[in-house]
T-cell receptor, first 113, second 115 residues
Framework: QKEVEQDPGPLSVPEGAIVSLNCTYSNSAFQYFMWYRQYSRKGPELLMY????GNKEDGRFTAQVDKSSKYISLFIRDSQPSDSATYLCALAPPTGGSYIPTFGRGTSLIVHP | ETGVTQTPRHLVMGMTNKKSLKCEQHLGHNAMYWYKQSAKKPLELMFV???????ENNSVPSRFSPECPNSSHLFLHLHTLQPEDSALYLC??????????????FGPGTRLTVL
């Protein structure tokens, strides 16, 4: 079993839809959860960062962590064509260990007008 | 320049060539990373440097040779590559490699094609 599982998609939605992107993981030691957005021909950029369980909201984006289920989600409300990109989840262990995150393989999102 | 920069952005090379990729970070970070990104695969961590010391080398073939002369610069020297090495090579930096919030900041990548 891979440490981080992420459906590569593509996920195609109409403009204005609510998008749900997800990752599952197997290592219960992960405590830091990140979402990166990568546009075509660009490097990934950090979009959301959460520590431990719970929700975090930033504008149209909400990150959710369910540690009991080892499941993390990124919700995008009122999706726009400019949200079309690949979204990568990244997970990292807590303080004291080697921080280097483990990445999912990314989900390609297409928002069509 | 801000953030993490990489040059060249595109590189085409033959299997017998020698070339180098360059990365520079302007964030005052102490750790730098090389990743390989191939289509539909997770980011593959290649090398990690912390305070100019290599701290991780993920069984990368010797045809890839990293160099970190200081905490702001990172190179990846390439020689006798194979066509399967064609990919996007990403450089990243972070404050360190352990302890607390420590997210990575990525450069735009070098698109490498090996003929």
């Amino acid at each position: 079993q891979k440490e981080v599982e992420q459906d590569p998609g593509p996920l195609s939605v109409p403009e204005g839809a609510i998008v749900s992107l997800n990752c599952t993981y197997s290592n219960s030691a992960f405590q830091y959860f990140m979402w990166y957005r990568q546009y075509s021909r660009k490097g990934p950029e950090l979009l959301m960062y959460t520590y431990s369980s719970g929700n975090k909201e930033d504008g149209r984006f909400t990150a959710q962590v369910d540690k009991s289920s080892k499941y993390i989600s990124l919700f995008i409300r009122d999706s726009q064509p400019s949200d079309s990109a690949t979204y990568l989840c990244a997970l990292a262990p807590p303080t004291g260990g080697s921080y280097i995150p483990t990445f999912g393989r990314g989900t390609s999102l297409i928002v069509h007008p | 320049e801000t953030g993490v920069t990489q040059t060249p952005r595109h590189l085409v090379m033959g299997m017998t060539n020698k070339k180098s990729l360059k990365c520079e970070q302007h964030l005052g970070h102490n750790a730098m990373y090389w990743y390989k990104q191939s289509a539909k695969k997770p980011l593959e961590l290649m090398f990690v440097y912390s305070l100019e010391e290599r701290v991780e080398n993920n069984s990368v073939p010797s045809r890839f040779s990293p160099e970190c002369p200081n905490s702001s610069h990172l190179f990846l020297h390439l020689h006798t590559l194979q066509p399967e090495d064609s990919a996007l090579y990403l450089c990243a930096s972070s404050r360190g490699t352990s302890g607390g919030r420590n997210e990575q900041f990525f450069g735009p990548g070098t698109r490498l094609t090996v003929l």
